[in-house]
């Protein structure tokens, strides 16, 4: 992007200049439910008087975005904060075939029932979901078709859940290649590109430890589901314990974004860049979301108070 690409405010009518917000191009990153601190950036960003037109989301950032393409953030904001434990196990349609532990099907159809649908192209701004071809091993932006396919794809984080299959493509988690796609947005017509990374330095310390143990009174088929859930999670204790399989895997995963975040974000250089440490929270922790989505909000605020914006249409490491 060169700087004619950009309305210059001086050549404005007067009343035009005062009133035209600073336009945003923002990139999402992956983070399971860390990811519902996209949530409170976005409307931080919103607050200090920035217009969001350019998207593109990776896993939870993927589905963040889209909402708010949609229109729809606060209806999602409202559900996930009314989560409980119990509430999340019941949205998990486990499986012992197709390559993941989870179908995905049952949270798709939850969110298409809770926030609609639509064909990106249509939506009001521009929107990219990034996934990984697996048999091509390659990066793939979806900017057209259903968007739930799309983040269905972008949030197939492998093993958890099965691949998702689109255009005989078989698609899974983009943060496996793109944790913080700052890429699909370098050439929108925005005055300044905005990265959120759910891989920053972890806090000291470590995250909540939760028990998936299932409350007294659950009938016996969620007693099952509980145990076996135990069984991947960590549970709380005061004594030192191996991790869980699941938590094993996912602090893997975050270590292997968090690198390539680094080597991706010092080759593209977004305009500001808001970061969560990358242990605020555990990927299944979606009942943790009003103090999450709190985390985003107070993150930005403090990345948006320190950052000194250079003109618009002046970017670091942008064409």
């Known amino acids: 992007m060169s700087a004619t690409d950009i309305a210059d405010p001086s050549t404005l009518p007067a009343d035009a200049a005062a009133t035209r917000k ?78 993941g532990l989870i179908k995905g099907e049952r949270i798709i159809e939850t969110m298409r029932g809770l926030i609609g649908d639509a064909a990106i192209e249509d939506l009001p701004l521009a929107y ?66 905005f990265a959120v990374s759910m891989d920053g330095p972890p806090e000291s310390g470590s995250p909540d430890e939760v028990s998936a143990t299932p409350t007294a009174g659950s009938d016996s088929y969620r007693s099952r589901i509980g145990e076996f859930i135990g069984k991947l999670m960590p549970h709380g204790s005061d004594k030192p314990r191996e991790p869980g399989m699941l938590e094993l895997l996912m602090q893997s995963m975050d270590l292997m974004q968090a690198n390539l975040s680094r080597l991706r974000l010092a080759a593209y250089e977004p305009d500001l860049l808001i970061r969560m440490p990358r242990n605020v929270a555990t990927v299944y922790e979606f009942y943790r979301a009003t103090e999450l989505i709190e985390m985003g909000r107070r993150q930005a605020r403090e990345a948006l108070a320190n950052w000194q914006p250079a003109h618009a249409g002046q970017f670091t490491g942008r064409p």
């Open 128 to 193: 990219t979901a990034v996934a990984t071809d697996l048999d091509r091993e390659r990066e793939v932006w979806l900017t057209r078709g259903s968007l739930f396919d799309a983040i269905r794809a972008s949030i197939a984080i492998p093993t958890i859940f099965r691949p998702q299959t689109l255009s005989e493509r078989r698609l899974i988690d983009g943060g496996l290649l793109n944790p913080v796609p700052v890429t699909p947005l370098i050439r929108e017509p925005a005055d300044y590109l």
């Open 22 to 99: 600073p336009t945003i191009a923002l990139a999402l990153g992956s983070g399971g439910a860390k990811g519902l601190a996209h949530i409170g950036a976005i409307e931080e960003i919103e607050a200090h008087g920035y217009e969001i037109v350019a998207i593109a989301g990776t896993s939870m950032g993927a589905l963040i975005g889209g909402i708010y393409a949609m229109g729809k953030l606060d209806v999602y904001r409202d559900w996930v904060c009314s989560l409980a434990k119990m509430d999340v196990l019941k949205l998990v349609d486990w499986t012992l075939s197709g390559g």
